[in-house]
């Protein structure tokens, strides 16, 4: 055999070439590598075909009458238009465990990935459903349900009912989860707004943080969270109820995730993967989560094209509760501006949503409730409304067994046996309007509920025993004064979507 011939040596050029055909292929191969991971740890997430929850109320509904917020009109198919690109749904609820369970914290959140805007509406805990049972506020569906997919269904069955449509996906957070979150990026610069001081043995729950900006670590997080009130009762911030404190948890949320989108949080991912995987339920994947934080990255989302806004309702109103026998405060959301901001900031149809896809609870001009989609639930609710109008009965009697009270004018209507005008007639067609604004058609009159005045105005019947006034003047909570000039009834918006203060 002849012998090898010696390689030639490459020329510098050849060379070049050689190491720029190496960088190629290696390249090719990362994007070639780097695609199909991607594939399974971005996936863009599919929107779910939503289906009706199982019925959970036993209750027959109650067809709602004198109802001016029914418009008649057959709510639009939104589904069937279709749906905004890249447009998703998010119903984001805080659970805390150490107060029982319920989810005390419930937003509706929107994602626009095109346009990178992200927006949250609190929805207040107190808010009025439409449901069977008594006390009918929004944090107590999760767990009437049972918790869990049932209770998850039922949530977003009454959220859509409230805002029109149901969002695409929920995530469930335990409050804690927050706090833990807050220590692993190292705490977060926040303004406390006021001196807080409160302590609940029973929950080993111990608040106490100074006024003033500060920085506050995962502890110092969850006081200020699920701070309401002083240990003297004093509401402080919170002198408008559940919104003063919906509004300091929006802005410490913001404060978190401004800090969540620096570019030093990176080293913090692990501990927060962690964090996730143990505090947190979602019918998202970990490639959805991924594809969503990897398009707000890219995307360049940023805190000023995040908004925080408050649902759109009267804050001040309240409902007679039968089961604990006195009136209970309640949120009685505004249709008509929900539709109003929800198409503007939330909805991911090409379709509007109108007043005829909600199902909200409003008062009466009597001071009874109804649904705007014509059945009450709650078949209860009203019935003992009126009946708590009713003056006591134990006063009947007092009308029979006095004689010497009752028997001269009502025994002794003649002229010739008169001696005063009040006495010559009965004393009910003589009394003056002012001291008996209360008719014949009153609930105590006749115990009718469909011919009841409204609650300012219901006194006791016309009657001049003294014993009978006397128990009107105790009628309930809806008699008093302050109360009756409450917003119950559906009236002057105390927010409105470009009243509520972005965060």
């Not at 008649?72 to 998703?88: F, I, N, S, T």
């Not at 303004?191 to 608040?207: A, E, K, S």
């Not at 009270?405 to 002012?434: I, M």
Request: proline letters at 9%; a negative charge; glycine letters at 6%.
């Amino acid at each position: 055999m002849p012998p090898k011939q010696p390689k030639k040596p490459l020329t510098p050029k050849q060379k070049a070439l050689r190491a720029v055909y190496l960088i190629i292929t290696i390249l090719a191969a990362l994007v070639v590598v780097v695609f199909a991971v991607s594939r399974f740890l971005f996936v863009k997430p599919e929107i779910p075909v939503k289906t009706d929850p199982e019925p959970t109320e036993s209750s027959a509904p109650v067809e709602s009458t004198e109802n001016p917020e029914i418009t008649g009109d057959e709510a639009p198919d939104l589904a069937a238009a279709g749906r905004k690109e890249d447009y998703y749904t998010f119903l984001l609820v805080g659970r805390d465990t150490g107060g029982g369970g319920n989810t005390d914290t419930i937003m509706v959140v929107s994602y626009d990935v095109k346009n990178q805007e992200l927006n949250a509406m609190s929805i207040p805990r107190d808010t009025i459903v439409n449901k069977s049972w008594d006390i009918k506020k929004i944090n107590s569906v999760y767990n009437y349900a049972g918790g869990g997919d049932k209770g998850m269904a039922a949530l977003m069955d009454t959220v859509s009912d409230t805002i029109g449509f149901a969002p695409d996906f929920h995530i469930v957070v335990e409050w804690e989860a927050v706090g833990k979150l807050a220590t692993a990026i190292g705490g977060v610069d926040f303004d406390v707004p006021v001196d807080m001081n409160y302590d609940d043995p029973t929950q080993d729950l111990h608040i106490h943080i100074s006024k003033g900006f500060q920085h506050l670590d995962g502890e110092q997080v969850m006081q200020v969270l699920r701070f309401r009130k002083n240990n003297n009762g004093a509401p402080g911030i919170y002198a408008q109820g559940d919104i003063g404190r919906i509004q300091v948890q929006q802005d410490l949320l913001m404060a978190i995730a401004d800090k969540l989108l620096q570019p030093s949080v990176v080293a913090h991912i692990p501990d927060l993967v962690d964090i996730f995987m143990e505090n947190v339920e979602t019918d998202l994947t970990i490639p959805n989560l991924l594809w969503l934080a990897k398009s707000a990255i890219q995307g360049g989302l940023r805190t000023d094209s995040v908004n925080f806004v408050t649902m759109p309702a009267n804050y001040n109103g309240y409902f007679w509760s039968y089961s604990i026998g006195h009136n209970e405060s309640y949120v009685f959301p505004y249709a008509d501006e929900i539709v109003e901001l929800v198409n503007e900031d939330f909805n991911p149809y090409l379709t509007d949503v109108t007043k005829a896809n909600l199902d909200i609870v409003y008062k009466k001009s009597d001071g009874s409730i109804a649904a705007t989609g014509g059945s009450l639930k709650d078949s209860k609710a009203n019935a003992a409304y009126y009946d708590s109008l009713k003056p006591a009965e134990t006063d009947t009697p007092d009308e029979t067994e006095t004689p010497a009270e009752t028997e001269t004018p009502t025994e002794s209507p003649l002229p010739s046996q008169s001696g005063t005008p009040t006495e010559s007639v009965p004393p009910t067609e003589t009394e003056s309007p002012t001291e008996t604004p209360a008719v014949s058609e009153s609930p105590a009159g006749t115990g009718t509920p469909e011919d009841t005045t409204p609650p300012a105005e219901t006194q006791a019947p016309a009657s001049t025993a003294p014993a009978e006034t006397e128990v009107s003047s105790q009628a309930p909570a809806e008699t008093s004064s302050e109360e009756s000039q409450s917003p119950g009834d559906i009236g002057i918006p105390i927010f409105t979507p470009h009243e509520v203060p972005a965060a």
